[in-house]
């Protein structure tokens, strides 16, 4: 049990709900994939601290890491709790570094308490932005869209660019930062209310419905002399007709390929690659902890352009663990606008 010195009376009473892993899924996750089990809530020991999760960051890779298969980073393995980044609180410590009070951010799972040695954990200021935003546009998905729109796509001003999954919490950061650097900028999303919300609210230049509308008729329309930077967040049929559309030395960013992480058979590639070799263009992967050591120049650019209005981050907040199976699932349908977050804590 925990002593009172490191904690406040009200937590000893409580338990640890957390999502364990049960079975692998294939294609869209069930019902069985994930348990909600309770456990005691841990005490630290020398060296480590006791974090009150307060939000869990829902991210399209977490489908990934549910395969068994070899990737950039090892699988969730079974009766584990479910991989996820989190902001909290460190409510216990006997960390030289964190003390109790800090707000933080690293891997804490899906879970209401972590106890860790806070490696990889960061502190969060909490006055400079809501807790949530460091899950979005001051986490993890605002790095990527920062290092793969402004390295990987090599973006140059007056560049003509097309961003998938526009509303999400990548490309909706991608399509501002090349609003920023006076790009054009086409957005693809997949209802009426996304495409007005970039058009009316992120200031793009077009949008583009990918459920009502012709896609390849309107990528014509949209892009006359062809596409500079293609930002790839879905793949399948959307990359193949972006291919098809591309400007001499384009650069396509491949950062996620969501239509395809719940194929029950294998994703089928592109087939219009050859428009890579006619238009001298080039297409590159990106993983965004390769940029970790400039994560804190890349946070206070995105800070910055928040601070002056022209940045605008949306958090799309859910509340209970209880809730993380059917609110996880709107990665996927798409019922949800900005980034995805679980509110854990239960105060
Ligand atoms: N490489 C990296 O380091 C890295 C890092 C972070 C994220 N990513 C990848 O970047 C992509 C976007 O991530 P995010 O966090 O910003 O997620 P997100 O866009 O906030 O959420 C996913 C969105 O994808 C759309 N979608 C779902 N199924 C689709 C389909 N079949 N076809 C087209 N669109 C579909 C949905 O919006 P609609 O309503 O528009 O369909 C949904 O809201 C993902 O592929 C993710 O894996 C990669």
């Not at 001298?280 to 940029?291: E, H, Q």
């Amino acid at each position: 049990m925990l002593k009172l010195k490191y904690i406040n009376k009200k937590y000893i009473l409580k338990t640890n709900k957390q999502i364990i892993l049960k079975n692998r899924p294939v294609g869209l996750p069930g019902k069985d994939t994930w348990d909600l089990v309770e456990n005691k809530i841990p005490e630290p020991k020398e060296g480590e601290i006791l974090i009150e999760c307060e939000y869990i960051s829902l991210d399209p890779a977490m489908r990934g890491w549910l395969n068994d298969t070899k990737s950039y980073i090892p699988p969730v393995q079974i009766d584990d709790v479910m991989r996820a980044g989190g902001v909290g609180k460190v409510i216990a410590s006997k960390h030289a570094t964190f003390k109790v009070g800090d707000f933080v951010y690293g891997q804490t799972g899906v879970q209401q308490y972590v106890l860790t040695d806070g490696k990889g954990y960061h502190q969060v200021n909490p006055n400079l932005a809501p807790l949530p935003t460091y899950t979005s546009s001051l986490g993890m998905p605002g790095m990527t869209a920062y290092f793969g729109i402004l390295e990987v796509g090599k973006l140059k001003e007056g560049d003509a660019v097309l961003v998938s999954g526009a509303a999400g919490a990548v490309g909706s950061v991608v399509g501002q930062i090349a609003k920023i650097k006076n790009c054009k900028v086409i957005g693809i999303a997949g209802s009426e209310d996304k495409c007005n919300y970039l058009l009316n609210e992120l200031g793009f230049d077009g949008a583009i419905n990918y459920k009502s509308e012709d896609i390849k008729d309107q990528l014509k329309a949209y892009f006359p002399k062809g596409i500079d930077v293609y930002f790839d967040n879905v793949g399948g049929e959307i990359l193949d007709l972006a291919l098809g559309r591309l400007a001499l030395h384009a650069r396509i960013v491949i950062c996620g390929a969501i239509s395809q992480y719940n194929n029950t058979e294998a994703v089928v590639g592109p087939s219009n690659y050859l428009s890579l070799l006619v238009n001298r263009a080039s297409m590159t992967g990106m993983v965004v902890f390769d940029y970790a050591k400039d994560y804190g120049k890349a946070s206070m650019q995105m800070g910055q352009w928040m601070k002056e209005g022209k940045l605008k981050s949306k958090e799309d907040i859910y509340e209970g663990i209880e809730n993380f199976y059917d609110t996880f699932l709107r990665l996927f349908s798409g019922e949800k606008l900005g980034k995805l977050v679980l509110k854990v804590s239960e105060h």
